[in-house]
C-alpha cells in the first residue's frame, strides 16, 4: 500500500492522522478512498490540491499511477507568476 | 559575460536546442510591426473609460449614471448592476481555482469600495475626450469607512473590517467573528522544539516588505466586439488568453463558445497579466452598444487598480550547531492580500526553506486583507518575501558562526532525496551545483573597493506544467507551421520551434511558429509558473513525433514495406537496413509534396497536461557599493547562477535571470507605494514609483548551470521565477558586510539606509565619548 502524507491543514479531518496507507492505483483511486475513509476530509479533497508521487508533483491528473511502495504527498496546487 | 556548467547527464550532441538562433517575431519587434495591446483599432470603434474609486474603503450609498447617459456620443454605460451576483466559493476554471465571487467585485465594486482606484462605472463614447465627460457627468454618493493599509495592523481585532462574511479558514474551531485573517496555512515536518535544542545557537529576525508592482512596460489593454447575434470577439494582452475567455464568460453569465479572444502581442506581464480588469467591461460595454469598444489603463491606473504583489511581516527562527548544521527553522509569514483574498502567503510558506534539508522545520502563514488592490502574481509569487527573511537571517548566522556563507548554505543544500520543507522528496536538482559554482566564481574571490561590500543569495521554486496544446500543419513544400497557446512573452515561440526542430532534423527557418486563438486550440493554460518551455516544448516535440510517425507510415506504404522497416533520420525518412529494400531516402518536403495523394495533410496535433516540471534553484552574488553622504545603494557587480536543467536557448535563460535580478533589486532599494492618510496613493508613476533602468545597474553576469530535468525530453526546467527570489537579501547581506548594518525592512531606499548610516554615527560617537 502507498504511504499518503497529508498536509497539516488536511490532518483536522483526519482525527490528526498525518501519515496513512492507501491501497489505491492512480489519483482518483486514492482521492475517493481518502474520503471513503475519511468523510469530513472529501469535500476538502478538491481542485486546490497537487499530489506528489515519489517526487515528482502531479496536478490535475486523476489517473497518474501510483505503485503500492510510492510514496504520496497532499499538498497545495502550485501557481507562478 | 555568460559562462555554462554542466551537471549530470550531458545530452546528445543538438543542432539547435543550445543554441542562440534569431527570434522568429525579432523584425516585428524591432520595426514596430508587432501588434500590442493598444495597437489593436476596429471600424466604427467606441473608447471605454473606467470611472474608480477616490476613497481607500467606503460603502457605495447610490450610482446616478443618468447625467451621463444624456450626453451625445456616450452609447453605454455599466455598473454593478449589470454584472450577476456570484456564490462565495472556490470553482475551477480550467486549472485555476477562482472565486468568482471576488472577482465581480473587483471587476467592479458592488456594495463597497475596497481601495482608491477600484473601478464603479465604465463608460462607452464616441471618443476618449467624450468617454472622460461621460466619467465626470456620474454621481456617486459614498459613505466613508475607515481603512487599513498593513497586514499586521489588519490583523487586529479592532482593524477596520473589509469583508462581513470572512471567516478564517484553517484554523479549528472555526471563528465566530469575522476578520481580515482570511487563512491560516502550515506546512512543515519533525519537532522544531526538539531541533532548537539540539542548536548551539539559534537567531531569530523580523522582517517587513512592502507590495511591489510587476513594473510591465504595457499597460492593460483590449479591444471587445460583441455583435447583434451574441458573438463576442477580444483582442487583449494577456498571460492567458484562454482564462480570460473563461473569467469573462463566467461574470458576464455567458457561455464560452460565445467568445473568441486572440493574445495581443505582449509588453511583459510577470504573471500581472494574468488576471482580468477590463475585459468584461469592454465586452459588457460592446454588447450593450453592438459596437467595438476599445479599453487601456493609464500607467496611473495601473498602479492604482491592479494587483502589486503582497507587503508582508516575517518572523524566521533558526538554529544551528556550532559546525553549521541547522537543526530547525520556524517562520511566520503575514502576507496582505489586497481587498480580497488570495495573498501568496502559501507558496511563500511551502518555499521560505526549500533549498535546505532539514529535519525539523514549520512555516505558518496567514492570509489577511487590506485596503489595496487586490495582488495579482508576481514572479514566483510569495517566494522572494519568504527566501529574503531565511536568507537575511542564515548569513547573519553565518556571521555569527564564522562560516563562509556560501559554505555554510553547501553543509545544509538540499540534494536529490532530500525532503522538501513542503513535503515530497526531491529529485535531481541543482542546489548545491549552484553553490559550487558561486564558490568557484572568480567574483567572489575579487576584492572589494573602499564602501563596499559582498552579500549571496540563494532562491528556489518549484516551477508548474498543465494543460497544453500544440497542432503542426506541414505545408505542401515541407515547411511547418507550428501553432501553440501560450502567449510569447520572454522569446518562447524561438524556443519551442528549436525542440520542434530538433525533433523533425530540418532547418529551424522551415518552422513559422503563431500564437493560436481560443477556437483554434484545445484549452492551453496560462504563460506562467515558469511552464512555457517546458510545456509548449514538450507538446511541440510530441506533435513533431506525431508527424514523423504519420511521415514513416506513408512511406511505408510507398514502399510497399512494413512501417517497422522505415526510420527516421535526419529530417529524412529512409528504410531501416538492407532487409527493408532498396529505396531513395524522403525528406519531409517529398513527403509534404504528395500528401495529397497518400492521405490528406499532414497535421501533427497534441493535447497534453504537462507533469514533471523540475524545480529551479539559484544562487546570486553582488557587490554594493554605499555612499555614506546621501545613503545611496549602488550595485557594483551582480553574478546570477541558475539551474536551467538545459537552455534551450541561452539568450533567453540569461535574460530571464537578467531581468528577475533587475527586478528583484528594484524590490532591494527603491520600490515601495506611498500612501496619504486618506489611503491615496501619492506615487503612481514611474517617476516617483522608483524602478531600476539601465544607467541603475551593471551588466548582469550569469552562469547556467544545467542539471537535466528526467521528466523533459531537452532535460528542460523552467527559470523565469527563481531569478526574483535571491536578490533582496543578497543586497541587504552585501550591505551589511559594507556598513556593518542589518536592514530587515525593504526597500533599502537612501533615507533609510542615510537615517541608519546617521543613527550608527551617532551610537560610535557615543561610544568614542564613554
Redesign the interface.
Known sequence: MARV?L???LT?FTGGERVLEVDAANVHQLMRRLGERFPALAPHL???LAV?I????????WF?RIAPES?V?I??????? | MSESVKGNGAAKALRWVGTRAARPDGVDKVTGRARFGADLFAPNMLHGRVLRSPHAHARIVSIDVSGAEKLPGVKAIVTRDDFPEMPSE?S?LG?L?VNYHDMTRNVMAREKVLYEGHPVAAVAATSPSLAKRALAAIEVEYEVLPHVLDPVEAMRPDAPLLHDHLFTA?V?PRPETPSNVAK?????HGDVEEGFAAADLTLEREFDTRPVH?GYIEPHACLGSVSEDGQAELWVSTQGHFSVRGHCARLLGWEMSRIRVTAAEIGGG???K?VVYLEPLSLALSARACQPVKMQMTREEVFRATGPTSGAHVRVKIGATRDGRITAADAELVYQAGAFQGSPV??GA?SAFAPYALDHVRTVGYDVVVNRPKVA?????GAPIAEFAVESTLDELARELGLDPLELRLRNAAREGSQSS??????PIGMAATLEAAKAHPHYHAPLGPHQGRGVASGF???????TCATMNVNEDGTVGLMTGTPDIGGTRASVSMMAAETLGIPLERIRPIIGDTNALGYTFVT????VTYSSGMAAVQAAEDIIGQVRARAARLWDIPVEAVEWQDGMVAPAGANAGEFDPMSLADVARVSGKTGGPIVGEVAI?A???GPSFGTHIVDVEIDPDTGRVSIARYTAIQDAGKAVHPSYVEGQMQGGAVQGIGWALNEEYIYDEQGRLENPGFLDYRMPVCSDVPMIDTVIVEVPNP?HPFGVR?V??TPIIPPMAAIANAVEDAVGLRFTELPMSPPRVLRALDEQRERLQAQAAE
Open positions: 502524507c498536509m497539516s491543514s483536522a478538491d481542485d486546490s506528489a515519489d517526487g515528482e508533483i502531479h496536478q490535475d491528473d497518474a510514496e504527498h499538498m497545495p496546487r502550485i501557481g507562478g507568476g | 472556490w475551477p486549472e481555482i484553517g479549528d491560516r496555512v502550515q506546512f512543515g510587476q510577470f504573471g500581472g494574468t502559501q507558496p511551502m502574481a508576481y514572479r514566483a509569487p513542503y513535503g515530497p522528496k526531491f529529485g521554486w518549484f516551477n508548474i506544467g498543465g494543460e506562467g509558473g515558469s511552464r497536461n507533469q514533471g516540471a521528466a523552467g523565469g521565477e
